[in-house]
């Protein structure tokens, strides 16, 4: 225990010391009895400081043996015991103690009485003064105890948060690992399919697939991107399938200007895209990337013009596809939506609405 927590306890004693001599004194007066004030002031506090003597070993002895609800039956006769020493050493304190100042002051010689009934009479307060303390003991001891269990549990409770947030970043990026490996696969596996055919068109192929890479690359630590960033990619693997497709590929982005600085997963399109151009068996693939803000969301759509949906459908099986639509839940939760639906005329449009965020440099100050 600490020394202004034995400074809080001698407070206590010598208050109560106080409040004791008080009752005494008052009671005296109304009896009619002219003693000194001095008298019940030493009995008292002599009592009261005899009390704080004894904390010490009292509350180590408690420490040692406290009163529990499957140790009470053991611990409570050894209290018995204690409160038998405690009142015997605390009578003895008080004596010595009155004799000296008695001494000291002149006040003459201190009348012990019978030491038999001094000891019963003074026991039977003491005994009280013991049953304090122990309840006392016990319910600071409790009270530390739910303390320390709030905080612990307050501990778990973070760690298990840190540990879920660390769980949920690793599957993020584990599903976004996937993707780009996917992703550039079949990128190579395509100018490997062109090579056979036309070395020129192979090798224009591979100078855009470079600057894609280093694209992938400076945004490969990143979770979320700029649209505009997003679109730079896409831009990029479009003039790749105009390299390979010429005039068999036309595609158009029509985005509203206020979603370029919004936040979006990378390569949030890109599995979409693969898809759409992947399952288009039309003679000339058109693709078209819509982006808009919907009061607090923002949407963005892959409208193409191939088969659509059909039942069952291959398109939805897809590893980016599934992928995709785990990391909108995990970064979204039920924020998120993810459609699809046949285009009136022919195709298919995906529809990805998430909340709608900018850049933190972009946002007005």
């Avoid at 006769?77 to 405690?86: K, T």
């Amino acid at each position: 225990m600490n020394r202004s927590k034995w400074l809080v306890l001698l407070g206590i004693c010598t208050f109560l010391g106080l409040l004791s001599f008080s009752i005494a004194y008052t009671e005296e007066r109304l009896d009619g009895e002219s003693t000194p004030f001095y008298y019940p002031l030493i009995y008292e506090l002599t009592g009261a400081y005899g009390v704080f003597v004894l904390l010490p070993p009292v509350l180590w002895f408690m420490e040692r043996y406290p009163v529990t609800r499957l140790s009470w039956y053991r611990a409570v006769p050894f209290h018995i015991l204690m409160s038998v020493l405690f009142g015997v050493t605390h009578t003895l304190l008080m004596t010595l103690s009155r004799m000296a100042i008695y001494a000291v002051v002149a006040l003459g010689t201190y009348k012990l009485g019978d030491p038999f009934f001094r000891f019963i009479m003074e026991y039977q307060k003491q005994f009280l003064i013991y049953a304090a303390i122990l309840i006392g003991h016990h319910l600071v001891r409790q009270y530390q105890a739910n303390r320390e269990r709030e905080h612990r549990t307050a501990e778990l409770e973070l760690q298990a948060e840190q540990l879920k947030a660390k769980f949920a970043e690793a599957q993020l990026q584990t599903l976004k690992g996937q993707i780009q490996p996917h992703f550039l696969f079949n990128t190579l596996n395509m100018i490997s399919s062109t090579m056979y055919e036309d070395v020129g068109k192979a090798d224009r192929l591979m100078t855009r697939v470079s600057g894609l890479l280093r694209l992938t690359l400076e945004q490969s630590g990143k979770e979320k991107i700029a649209l505009r960033q997003e679109l730079d990619f896409l831009y990029l693997y479009f003039e790749i399938m105009k390299a390979r497709f010429e005039e068999k590929f036309h595609f158009h982005m029509s985005i509203d200007r206020e979603t370029e600085n919004a936040l979006v997963p990378n390569l949030v399109l890109q599995p979409f895209v693969e898809n759409a151009i992947k399952h288009n068996e039309s003679e000339v693939i058109e693709l078209e990337i819509k982006a808009r803000r919907d009061g607090k969301y923002l949407v963005l759509q892959v409208c193409d013009n191939g088969p659509g949906l059909r039942e069952p459908d291959p398109y939805l099986k897809g590893i980016g596809l599934a992928n995709t639509r785990d990391r909108l839940r995990h970064l979204y939760r039920t924020e998120q939506a993810l459609s699809f639906e046949n285009r009136p005329g022919g195709g298919l449009i995906v529809t990805i609405q998430v909340p709608f965020e900018e850049e933190p440099s972009m946002q007005p100050l």
